[in-house]
């Protein structure tokens, strides 16, 4: 069957990857990308598609009612992927409230058009940070939610919005919590994409403490194999962890970094903690719902890392506008000020 996907945030890292594996991998399939196009968003990600007539794009946010519900009667929508979010934990410090808007009530609106108009699936991408921290062990679908940064806590609260629509109104919706992300065209602010693009402009990279938190990290076209599958094959109601058990610590990434790009470890700078209280130590997830259906990973962590060092090395011209931005350089003096002049 043909179907018409709406991708919400299609424009920004994760969503733009997903709609090019979408286009490429379902050739009956049409594809409407949404985006807001705020600093995160950007069309150049989508280079490769934007001719295809079986895409289109539409700027626009999702809590516009009007809009959003627009879009599902003219495009005749029948399945919603949802990645579009303020995902930054770091902004979020800094702005805490903001991201409820999207991260929350945009979640209600777009599941309020599936209502109205019906879909066959709506899955909302969701992260292994709504599970807080844990020292020890791997989290299960079924775990608690124990949210410690503003953003987790909005990602959270969508979780919440999905699950209710599915009780109170039936919508056959799916949820999938995925790991630290990595790959080439991630907005430059994360640890590998801001660790990265500082080092090739000579800069120093900031570690937070001593580096010693450990996150699970997995390539974007890994990530993205198993939203479809979830998308294809998950049972309406159900939650999927989508990792890849690549533990490392923060310190290790650096390290890693450095020595794929040939330079001195006394580039990385540790600086006094900026996140506090709110900085999780640990993540890490059983995946053995989504692995029952099918999915593993396709390549190796090493692989997929050295090719993401390789992407930001060859494609200067993709993150020097960003990194160069006002925006950018705005959050940059906001949140790593206070270090800057410590030869940041
Ligand atoms: P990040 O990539 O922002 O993802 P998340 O907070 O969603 O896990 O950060 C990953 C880890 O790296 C986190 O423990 C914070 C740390 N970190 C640094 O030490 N230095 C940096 O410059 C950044 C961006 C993150």
Known sequence: MTNTLLI???????????????????????????DALTYAG??????????????????????DQASVEWIFKTEKITRVVNFAAESHNDRSLLDPGALIQTNVYGVSVLLEAAR??????????????????????????????????????????????????????????????????????????KLISFSLTRLLQGKKIPLYGDGSQRREWIAVRDHCAGIATVLEKGEPGQIYNVGDHNERT?????????????????????????RGGAHDRRYSMDTAKLQRMGWKPERSFDEALSATVRWYRENESWWRPIVESEDYQTFVRRFYGRYLGEDL
């Not at 598609?49 to 626009?60: E, K, L, T």
């Not at 844990?134 to 775990?143: A, L, N």
């Not at 390290?255 to 540790?270: P, T, W």
């Open 250 to 274: 923060n310190l290790w990434i650096m390290q890693r970094l450095l020595s794929e790009l040939g330079m001195d470890e006394r580039l990385i700078k540790r600086i006094e903690d900026p």
């Open 116 to 189: 109205k108009f019906g879909v066959e699936r709506f899955l909302h991408v969701s992260t292994d940070e709504v599970y807080g921290t844990t020292d020890t062990g791997v989290f299960k679908e079924d775990d608690p939610l124990l949210p410690n940064t503003p953003y987790s806590a909005g990602k959270a609260g969508g979780e919440m919005v999905v699950r209710a629509h599915h009780v109170a109104y039936g919508i056959p919706t799916l949820v999938t919590r995925g790991g630290n992300t990595f790959g080439p065209n991630q907005y430059p602010e």
């Open 8 to 34: 919400t945030g299609g424009a920004g890292f994760i969503g733009s990857h997903f709609t090019k594996y979408w286009i490429a991998t379902h050739l009956q399939d049409r594809v409407v990308a949404l």
């Open 42 to 63: 950007n069309t150049a990600n989508l280079a490769e598609v934007w001719n295809d007539p079986r895409f289109r794009f539409i700027p626009g946010r999702i809590q």
